[in-house]
């Protein structure tokens, strides 16, 4: 297994385009070398918004299967306020 990809500490609308090229970047490089599952670490976020939490929505549509680890409360918060808080759960990993 690689290593999961940091989502940075801020999420919101100001670092969304900036943290999707990363993201997609990184993905792309996954990809390429057969990583079978992508994983994406939400430690560090502690501030995030709807522009950060379409981000990650927006991962759904991707060809390659990922998962959330170690989510943060900010996200998990966020997520549940927004409707999300289900859906989030279901892309945790279970260590």
């Known amino acids: 297994m690689s290593k999961p990809f940091e989502l940075p500490e801020e999420m919101t609308i100001y670092s969304a385009l900036e943290t999707r090229d990363a993201l997609l970047a990184w993905v792309t490089e996954q990809s390429a070398k057969s990583v079978k599952v992508v994983e994406i670490s939400a430690a560090l ?49 279970i260590a």
């Open 45 to 93: 976020v502690s501030e995030i918004d709807g522009s950060g939490l379409q981000l990650l929505a927006s991962l759904a549509h991707m060809d390659q299967p990922w998962r959330l680890v170690d989510p943060s409360d900010a996200l998990l918060d966020a997520g549940k306020t927004l409707g999300l808080g289900d859906w989030l759960n279901e892309q945790i990993a």
